[in-house]
């Protein structure tokens, strides 16, 4: 495989709104990196290079004032919101020139996640992160990753595995392991949506037989059912499970799940995974009428994603390795996973060679279906 390392122009979800109360200092890597964010007095969340002007110490160890000011640490410049200097302690009789100011990384906050852009700001408004309404539907129940789930992997390999349903047998046996599941058949899809290049694969199956896990969770023992999966964008993929009694899909008796995996560069190396379920809210499990369904799902998956990041850490070190004659193998079932990592190739390597005209870059995402 030649060298993957991350997407800069392309909005990733940072965290969700939440996680942003006004006056809260945050620092956080991205795309190698650094930023410093808070959400100001007007309700806006800002972003800057983590970086003082001045000697590069972190803003994000500093100190937010009451003034909403932001005061460096170690000389104490001091910045508003829009990330202008507006004092210098050791010279307060001289005026400040206006270059002096912090490198504004852009910002949106959309439908419960806040999506920062560590790509050149002057392409940001290309694009618009995906929506994810599910997160914000009140008829629903979401119950988000209560944390970030720092990974020692590049960020492809989780987008690889969470396209990948094959390996839920034998990674994942003992909880959602379920061998039947991967030899269902796989229609593929590719599209664009809002500027990006998707990837989707739907199983259909009718008379499927639930294993345990899933009954308890969507009450029936045989149902028709449609598995989804799409990379929406390297940002996000989104996993939609939709189950009921045969003939019996889009009515009341429908239940299932949308699972929204919230994926993020923080170096070559590194991957941060967020996780958001969503079920209705008035689902409940089929042994215990008081527990929400996206409840149940939510307390298994800490354990299944502990299993893949042992997989993705290991898959992450043999990496590393000079391939030496080495060569991955494709089966048939991994059609969506490859076209993902040809995907996010291409845009990598766009990015890498803007002196390439458009004639050029057509050759060369060409040439990338074909490999
Ligand atoms: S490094 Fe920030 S004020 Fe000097
Ligand atoms: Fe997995």
């Known amino acids: 495989m030649s ?29 190698n990196q650094p930023i410093v964010m808070w959400r100001s007095d007007k309700g806006e969340v800002v972003a800057f290079d983590d970086r003082c002007c001045h000697k590069r110490f972190p803003l994000s160890e500093s100190k ?13 410049l001091c910045y508003d919101t829009s990330g202008k200097c507006i004092a210098i302690p050791s010279q307060p009789d001289k005026a400040i020139p206006p270059q002096v100011r912090l490198s504004v990384i852009p910002v949106t906050e959309q439908d419960g996640v806040v999506w920062v852009w ?5 392409n940001a408004h290309r694009l618009s992160p995906p929506r994810t309404p599910e997160i914000v539907d009140s008829t629903n129940l979401s119950i988000g990753s209560p944390e970030p ?55 259909r199956v009718d008379h499927y037989r639930q294993p345990p896990y899933l009954k308890e969770w969507f009450l029936y023992d045989d149902v028709e059912r449609i598995h989804t999966h799409c990379m929406v964008s390297p940002g996000l993929t989104r996993v939609v499970m939709r189950v009921a009694p045969p003939g019996k899909l889009g009515t009341e008796e429908e239940r299932g799940y949308t699972l ?21 809210d008035w689902h409940r499990t089929l042994s215990d009428p008081n527990m929400p369904t996206a409840k149940k799902v ?40 490859r076209r993902a990592r040809q995907i996010l190739m291409a845009l990598q390597r766009k990015e890498r060679e803007p002196q390439m005209t458009e004639v050029e870059r057509a050759k060369v ?7």
């Not at 560590?118 to 002057?122: A, D, F, Q, T």
């Open 3 to 31: 060298k993957f390392e991350y997407v800069k122009d392309c909005w990733y979800p940072i965290g969700f709104s939440a996680e942003f109360p006004e006056g809260k200092l945050q620092g956080h890597k991205i795309a």
């Open 64 to 76: 937010l004032l009451d003034s909403g000011r932001l005061e460096c640490a170690y000389h104490g």
């Open 118 to 122: 560590p790509g050149k700001p002057e």
């Open 149 to 203: 789930l720092r990974v020692p992997a590049n960020y492809l390999l989780l987008i690889e595995n969470l396209l990948d349903i094959t390996h839920f047998y034998p990674l994942h046996d003992g909880n959602i392991g379920d061998k039947e599941n991967s030899r269902i058949p796989a229609e593929f899809e590719e599209g664009e949506s809002e500027g990006q290049t998707y990837v989707k694969t739907t199983r």
């Open 260 to 280: 929204l995996h919230l994926h993020m560069p923080v170096d070559e190396r590194n991957l941060i995974w967020r996780w958001s379920v969503s079920c209705k």
């Open 298 to 337: 939510a307390e298994m998956f800490p354990e299944v994603v502990a299993q893949d990041q042992w997989a993705l850490e290991r898959q992450q070190k043999m990496m590393e390795y000079p391939d030496n004659g080495y060569s991955e193998l494709f089966l048939k079932t991994d059609k969506a996973l």
């Open 365 to 371: 995402l060409d040439l990338d279906a074909n490999t």
